[in-house]
C-alpha cells in the first residue's frame, strides 16, 4: 500500500472508529432514567468514602444539600485504569497478565501520540539533536509497550485455555481478541527488530500522513504493523473492550448514580410512566398497551 | 467418590430430567467446632417420590419453587416461546424502563475476568460449584439475550462460539437457578468493570414473574398479591394486627411496669413508624421497644392501620418491578393521608432498600414524603441526652450483622456502630464487616421462602458464610455458658439466622440469640427496672 | 397440589403437609397426624392448644403468635415443643389443619 491509500485506510477508520463510539455512548445516554441501585461505597461522599457510608447516614439528610465530591472519583478512576486496584484486591492471580496488557496497550497508545509529536518536529525541522531525543523515547515506548503487552497477552491466553475458571467462559471471540491484541504487539516487535530507524521511520511516516503526501510509503513489516493496529481500532467498538469508556457508565449512572429525585427527572419519569407496558402475565394486567402508570395506580381486585 | 465431571455453560440446556448437579455436604467449606461434624446435622432433605413425580427436579437436588412438571411437550414450548418474548421486553423501553440502563450496561460489558466469583457467598461456601458462579448464570443468560433479543444474533451466537440452546430445560433450570442468589451484590462491588451479577439474576426472575406469571408463591400469591388484598404477606388484617398490638402492649405493660400504648392512626404525627408485620408476630419485643424509645423521647409518632400501612415489606424488589412500585406508592399514600411529616423505616434491610432508594424514582409529587432509616432515627435520639442510658446493663458479648440492604446497598454503616460502642461494653466487629459484610444467606426474598427442601440450602450453603463469621465473633465465648446477643437490625435477615440456628442448634450449643438493635437501646436505659433482653425466657 | 389420605379421607395438602382445605378438618386428622410425628395419644394438653389454634385461626384467618399463645394456654415454650415434636409453627398448625403460616413470620 503506498499513496493516498494510507491516509484514506487511516483517516476513515479514524472516523468510523469515533462515530461508533459515539453511537455506543449516545445509545447508553439516551435510555431512560432509571430507578435508583447504588452500591457504597461512593467516592463522592467524601467524608464517608472511608467508611463506605453515604448521605443517608445523616439524620434528616434531606434537610441539607448533600455536596459531592469530585477528586476522590478521580482518585478512584486512576487506581483502576493505572494499577489495577479491584482485580489486584479481588483477583490477584490474574493481575500481573491483566496489568501488563493494559500496560502495553496504555504505551502502545502513548507512543502513537510520540510518533505524532515526531512528525509535528519533522514538520518544524527541529535541530536533530533535540529529534533524536524525541526519536529514542518514542522506540522506548513502543518497544516496552509491545514486550510487556505480549507477556500480558500471552499470559492472558494460557490462562483462559488452561485454568478451568476460565476456560469455560471463553469463546471464540475472547480468544480472537486477545489474538487480536497479540498481533499487535509481535508485529511491533518484528517491525522494530528489521528497522534500524523504527522511531525515525515512523515519524516521516505519520508526518507523511498528516500532510497527505503522496509519496507516504513504508516497509513491508512497519506497514502490516500499521494495518493491524488499525483494523484493531475498527474492531473495538463491537466488544467488550469499549469498557475503557463505558465503565464510567457503569459506576457514574448506576452504582454511584445516589441522586435523589430532582425536577428535570419528574419530568422524564412522567413520559416514562405513560408509556405502553406489554408483559403478559395475568397480575400484569397490561392488556397489550395499559399504561405503566395506570396498572401501578389501579386498585387491586 | 466419582470426580465430578466439570459443568458447562451448555450443560444447562441438555437432559431436562436429570439433575445438573448433586450437593455433598462434605465438599463444602468446612465450619469450627462443634458444627464440622456433618454426619451429625439433619442434611438435606430429599424430595418424596410423589414429589418427584409431580415437581421439576433438574437443579441442585433443592426445590424453592415447586414447577410442576408440564403435561406436554406442547406445553413447554408455549413457556419456552414465552421466555424468548421476555428476553426482548427487557430490552425494550416501555417494559423495562425501570432498569434498561443498568441492565444493558451489564450485559454488554462483562470481560469474564471472573473477579466476582470469589467474592460471592454461595458460591465460596459451596466449595465453589461451578453452578453457583455468579457468572455461569448470568453468562447464560447474557448468551440467551445476545441470541434472542438483538439483531443478527442468532448467526452472531455461532460465529463467537456463544450459542446456546434454549428449551424446556434451559429455561425451568434457569428459574430455579435465579432463587440460588442472594441479590447481596458482593460480586458487584468486585467487578472492575461495574457489572452487576445480581441485577441480572433479579432480571432474569422479572421476566419469569412479568411475563410467565412464574414467581415463588411466598414472594408473589402469599407475598404481595396478599399484602396489597389483606394488608400483610402474613395474613394479617387490619383488625388482627390492632388487636395483636393491643395484647403485647398489655403484655409488656405487665411484665415491665411501665406503661405502653401503640399509637394508630394519628393524623399529623410526626412520624410514621412502618415496620414490618413479621416483626409484630415474632419478634413483639422489638416492636415494643420501638414504642418505648419514641416515648421517653418524646417524638410524636403512629402506626398506621390501612392496608398495607402496618407491613413496610416489599417482595417486588426480589422479583417484580409492578408489583414493587404497587406496595411503595400504596406505602408512600398512606403516609399522605396521614399528614406525617416523615416516614421511619423500621429494622428491615429490604424495606430500607426499597422504599429509600429504589422507589426514589417512583414517587413523584407529593407522594415523595421524606423517608428516614430507623439507625439515624435512633443515633439523633441516643445521643441527643434525652434518654439516660447505663450502658453497664449491656455488659455481655454483643456482634453486629450488616444487613446487606441497608449497609451495601444504602451506604448507611457507622450510626449503628455510634450506638453499638456507645451501649455495649464487649461490642466486637465480624470480619469482614460494614460494607464487605457477608449476607446472611436470606437476601433476595429466600428468608420468606420455604417450600419443599429449600430451608437447608439457606441453612447449609447461602449462610454458611454468616454462620462461621458469627462463631469466629464470639470465638473468646464458644460455650453457651455465656448468652452472646447477636444484632441483626432486619427482619429478614433475624429469620434467615433463626433457619441456620434451628439447623444447627446454634442457640444451645453455643448460646447465642438474635436480636434487634432497639432492644439493646431500650435494655440500656436506666429507667427500666427490669433487663428488656430476656435471653429466651418467658 | 400434593395430597395424602388421613383418617380415611383424601386431603389436599402443601409440600410440607398442611391441609388446604380446612373445612374439611376433622379430630380423627389431628389423630393421623399426630400418629404420623409419633404422638400415638392426644392428651388433654393437646386438645387445649389445638382447640385454641384452630378457632383463633377461624376467627383472625392467621395462627395466633406464639407469645399469644403461651398466655392463653398456659403452656411453657418447652412444653409446647414436648406436646408438638417440630414445635407450635410446624406440627401444631398442621395437626389443627390450618395452612402453614408464611410471609416473614
Ligand atoms: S461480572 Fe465483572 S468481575 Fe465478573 S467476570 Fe464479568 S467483568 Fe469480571
Ligand atoms: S448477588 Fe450475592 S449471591 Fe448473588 S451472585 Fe452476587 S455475590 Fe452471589
Not at chain 1, 467516592?43 to 464517608?48: A, L
Not at chain 2, 454488554?108 to 460471592?120: F, I, K, L, Y
Not at chain 2, 448507611?412 to 460502642?421: A, K, M, S, T, Y
Not at chain 3, 395438602?13 to 373445612?23: I, P
Request: proline letters at 5%.
Amino acid at each position: 500500500m503506498s499513496g493516498l491509500y494510507w491516509p484514506v485506510f487511516i483517516f476513515t477508520i479514524v472516523f468510523v472508529f469515533i462515530a461508533l463510539m459515539v453511537y455506543r455512548v449516545l445509545k447508553i445516554i439516551k435510555m431512560p432514567v432509571h430507578l435508583r441501585w447504588e452500591l457504597a461505597p461512593i467516592p463522592h461522599d467524601k467524608e464517608r468514602y472511608s467508611h463506605g457510608g453515604s448521605y443517608l447516614e445523616e439524620h434528616e439528610w434531606w434537610r441539607r444539600k448533600q455536596p459531592k465530591a469530585f477528586f476522590p472519583i478521580i482518585t478512584y478512576m486512576a487506581w483502576e485504569i493505572f494499577l489495577m486496584k479491584g482485580v489486584w484486591q479481588h483477583n490477584r492471580g490474574l493481575w500481573p497478565f491483566s496489568f501488563t496488557l493494559h500496560w502495553g496497550i496504555y504505551l502502545v497508545i502513548l507512543s502513537l501520540f510520540f510518533h505524532f509529536i515526531n512528525a509535528m518536529l519533522l514538520i518544524g525541522s527541529v535541530p536533530a539533536a533535540v529529534q533524536d531525543v524525541f526519536f529514542s523515547i518514542a522506540s522506548v515506548v513502543a518497544v516496552t509497550g509491545y514486550c510487556v503487552g505480549l507477556f500480558g497477552v500471552v499470559g492472558l491466553i494460557l490462562k483462559r485455555y488452561l485454568d478451568k475458571n476460565y476456560r469455560e467462559y471463553s469463546s471464540y471471540s475472547t480468544y480472537f481478541k486477545l489474538l487480536f491484541l497479540a498481533a499487535i504487539f509481535v508485529s511491533g516487535i518484528v517491525a522494530w527488530a528489521l528497522s534500524n530507524d523504527f522511531a525515525n521511520a515512523l515519524g516521516v511516516f505519520t508526518r507523511d500522513l498528516f500532510t497527505v503526501d503522496s509519496g507516504i510509503t513504508t516497509t513491508a513489516a512497519m506497514g502490516s504493523h500499521i494495518i493491524i493496529i488499525f483494523l484493531f481500532i475498527l474492531y473495538l467498538p463491537f466488544t467488550d473492550m469499549v469498557h475503557f469508556i463505558t465503565k464510567f457508565f457503569t459506576h457514574h449512572s448506576v452504582r454511584w448514580d445516589d441522586s435523589p429525585q430532582n425536577e428535570k427527572m419528574t419530568a422524564k419519569l412522567r413520559d416514562l410512566i405513560n408509556q405502553p407496558v406489554t408483559w403478559s402475565a395475568p397480575h400484569v394486567k397490561s392488556n397489550r398497551g395499559n399504561r405503566w402508570g395506570d396498572i401501578v395506580e389501579k386498585e387491586n381486585d | 467418590m466419582t470426580k465430578k465431571k466439570k459443568l458447562t455453560l451448555n450443560d444447562i440446556s441438555r437432559n431436562a430430567e436429570k439433575r445438573l448437579t448433586e450437593i455433598n455436604i462434605d465438599e463444602l467449606i468446612p465450619l469450627p467446632p462443634p458444627y464440622d461434624k456433618s454426619e451429625e446435622l439433619p442434611g438435606i432433605k430429599p424430595l418424596t417420590d410423589d414429589q418427584k413425580t409431580r415437581l421439576v427436579d433438574n437443579l441442585d437436588g433443592f426445590n424453592a419453587l415447586v414447577l410442576l412438571k408440564p403435561q406436554s411437550k406442547e406445553e413447554e414450548d408455549k413457556f419456552v416461546r414465552q421466555f424468548e418474548a421476555g428476553l426482548k421486553k427487557l430490552l425494550n423501553k416501555g417494559d423495562n424502563w425501570t432498569f434498561l440502563q443498568p441492565l444493558l450496561l451489564s450485559l454488554e460489558h462483562c470481560v469474564r475476568c471472573q473477579t466476582c466469583s470469589d467474592a460471592c457467598p454461595v458460591y465460596v461456601a459451596s466449595g465453589k460449584q461451578e453452578i453457583y458462579r455468579p457468572t455461569y448464570r448470568a453468562e447464560i443468560f447474557r448468551r440467551l439475550i445476545n441470541k434472542f433479543a438483538k439483531p443478527g444474533g442468532k448467526w452472531l451466537a455461532k460465529l463467537k462460539g456463544a450459542d446456546i440452546k434454549l428449551n424446556w430445560a434451559t429455561i425451568s433450570r434457569l428459574y430455579e437457578l435465579a432463587y440460588r442468589c442472594t441479590l447481596c451484590r458482593r460480586c458487584a462491588q468486585t467487578c472492575p468493570i461495574g457489572v452487576d451479577n445480581g441485577l441480572i439474576t433479579r432480571e432474569l426472575r422479572k421476566l419469569f414473574s412479568q411475563e410467565l406469571g412464574w414467581a415463588p408463591k411466598e414472594l408473589h400469591e402469599k407475598g404481595t398479591v396478599l399484602q396489597l388484598e389483606v394488608g400483610s404477606p402474613t395474613g394479617l388484617r387490619p383488625d388482627v394486627a390492632k388487636d395483636n398490638m393491643e395484647f403485647i402492649d398489655e403484655d409488656f405493660t405487665e411484665s415491665l411496669g411501665i406503661k405502653i400504648k401503640t399509637n394508630w392512626d394519628k393524623q399529623g404525627a410526626d412520624v410514621l413508624l412502618l415496620h414490618s408485620a413479621g416483626d409484630i408476630l415474632s419478634f413483639p419485643e422489638s416492636v415494643i421497644a420501638f414504642a418505648i424509645i419514641c416515648d421517653k423521647a418524646g417524638i410524636s409518632w403512629t402506626l398506621s392501620s390501612d392496608i398495607p400501612g402496618y407491613d413496610g415489606v416489599n417482595y417486588g424488589l426480589f422479583y417484580d418491578d409492578i408489583q414493587l412500585a404497587k406496595v411503595a406508592t400504596r406505602h408512600a399514600q398512606i403516609a399522605k393521608k396521614l399528614k406525617v411529616k416523615k416516614i421511619v423505616m423500621g429494622e428491615c434491610g429490604h424495606e430500607h432498600k426499597a422504599l429509600a432508594t429504589v422507589a426514589d424514582r417512583l414517587l413523584t409529587g407529593d407522594l415523595n414524603i421524606p423517608r428516614e432509616s430507623f439507625i439515624t432515627f435512633f443515633e439523633d435520639i441516643v445521643f441527643s441526652g434525652k434518654i439516660k442510658f447505663d450502658p453497664s446493663k449491656n455488659n455481655f458479648p454483643v456482634t453486629l450483622h450488616d444487613p446487606c440492604n441497608i449497609v451495601r446497598n444504602l451506604g448507611i454503616v457507622e450510626p449503628q456502630r455510634r450506638i453499638l460502642r456507645y451501649l455495649c461494653p464487649q461490642f466486637r466487629e465480624m470480619i469482614p464487616h460494614g460494607v464487605d459484610n457477608q449476607c446472611c444467606g436470606g437476601g433476595g426474598g429466600l428468608s420468606v421462602m420455604s417450600d419443599v427442601n429449600i430451608n437447608d440450602f439457606k441453612a447449609l450453603i447461602a449462610g454458611r458464610m454468616k454462620l462461621k463469621q458469627i462463631l469466629e465473633a464470639f470465638s473468646d465465648h464458644p460455650r453457651p455458658d455465656v448468652n452472646k446477643y447477636l444484632c441483626a437490625p432486619c427482619l429478614n435477615c433475624k429469620l434467615q439466622m433463626r433457619v441456620i440456628f434451628d439447623y444447627y442448634g446454634v442457640q444451645e450449643k453455643s448460646g447465642i440469640y438474635i436480636g434487634g438493635l432497639a432492644e439493646l437501646i431500650v435494655n440500656a436505659m436506666v429507667d427500666l427496672k427490669k433487663p428488656f433482653i430476656t435471653w429466651g425466657e418467658e | 397440589m400434593a395430597q395424602i389420605e388421613l383418617a380415611g379421607v383424601m386431603l389436599q395438602v402443601d409440600e410440607h403437609g398442611f391441609m388446604q382445605e380446612t373445612g374439611k378438618w376433622t379430630e380423627d386428622i389431628a389423630r393421623a397426624y399426630g400418629q404420623k410425628e409419633g404422638v400415638t395419644e392426644l392428651t388433654d394438653d393437646h386438645w387445649k392448644a389445638l382447640n385454641y389454634l384452630r378457632n383463633y385461626y377461624l376467627a383472625n384467618g392467621i395462627c395466633p403468635m406464639v407469645r399469644r399463645l403461651v398466655k392463653e394456654t398456659g403452656f411453657t415454650l418447652k412444653k409446647l415443643y414436648d406436646l408438638f415434636p417440630e414445635g407450635p409453627a410446624n406440627s401444631a398448625c398442621k395437626w389443627a389443619g390450618v395452612p402453614k403460616a408464611t410471609g416473614c413470620v
